[in-house]
């Protein structure tokens, strides 16, 4: 079974369109499935966009944070409450469609890998989006490379597949809940010494500008998470500390 967690902030004028193409998506590549979508205390009526459409599917949940909390709280929120086998962690505005999923899910058993990285700088990925957002995703991810010295070369694209025994492991170790949170989440993922595999996909841009959603505090914030990440890691050890009391109790 899989579990395709869908984390929403005001998505409500194209939620309804994108659970009927998620779950359309899903019917051809799995027999058992199940989308949770979490409204991240949204306020233009996404969570009620989202029951509507879950009304019509069986095997949707919708979930709402009061507040809005944040990426990361949205999907730590949908993890808990799934139940598959593997984990997809997609975006809400379907820039990379559900249908390649697929792809990443062939990956993940052919490479024996715990994770899956929908990646944007694979020789076989495919992007259509203006040039100034190609070299903002570019200028972070060598950042990201040369802070961590990791081999991945995008943390931030929209599609992830995970085994669910390598997602109960990571997930409660997080910290970050808005703007780093892939990041923190691959780079633990790593320090654990998780199999972690990149895979093709196809990004269709779906922003009305070519920064899409993110505004100078925004990209501040991303800095300052991602060197969060990289203290809590090298510095502090957090998350390996946190494995450790967690081993002790077991």
Same mark, same amino acid.
């Given at each position: ?99 390649? #999923? !697929?792809? $990443?899910?062939? =990956? ?11 990646? *944007?700088?694979? &020789? +076989? ?18 950042? #990201? !490379?040369? $802070?961590?010295? =990791? ?11 995970? *085994?669910?025994? &390598? +997602? ?83």
């Amino acid at each position: 079974m899989i579990s395709v967690i869908i984390p929403a902030y005001n998505e409500a004028s194209h939620i309804g369109k994108n659970i009927k193409e998620a779950s359309s998506a899903l019917k051809s590549i799995c027999r058992e499935y199940e989308i949770i979508v979490v409204d991240d205390g949204s306020n233009d009526g996404t969570y009620e966009e989202a029951v509507k459409k879950a009304g019509a599917f069986g095997y949707v949940r919708v979930l709402r944070l009061k507040r809005n909390e944040g990426k990361g709280r949205a999907i730590l929120a949908g993890w808990r409450a799934a139940r598959g086998e593997t984990v997809v962690l997609t975006d809400a505005d379907l820039e990379i469609h559900p249908c390649q #999923v !697929r792809t $990443l899910l062939e =990956t993940l058993e052919e490479k024996k890998a715990d994770l899956v990285v929908g990646s *944007r700088r694979h &020789a +076989a990925s495919v992007l259509k989006y203006p040039q100034s957002r190609k070299m903002m995703s570019y200028a972070y991810n060598l950042f #990201v !490379r040369l $802070l961590f010295l =990791t081999r991945l070369r995008d943390t931030q694209a929209g599609l992830k597949v995970m *085994r669910k025994k &390598a +997602a109960d492991t990571i997930m409660p170790k997080l910290r970050i809940s808005r703007f780093a949170f892939d990041v923190e989440l691959l780079m633990v993922a790593h320090h654990f010494g998780f199999r972690i595999e990149e895979a093709p996909v196809r990004v269709e841009f779906a922003r009305k500008n070519s920064w899409g959603r993110y505004k100078a505090w925004q990209i501040l914030g991303m800095i300052c998470d991602t060197l969060k990440i990289f203290y809590w890691l090298y510095f502090k050890r957090v998350y390996l500390k946190a494995l450790k009391k967690e081993l002790r109790m077991t």
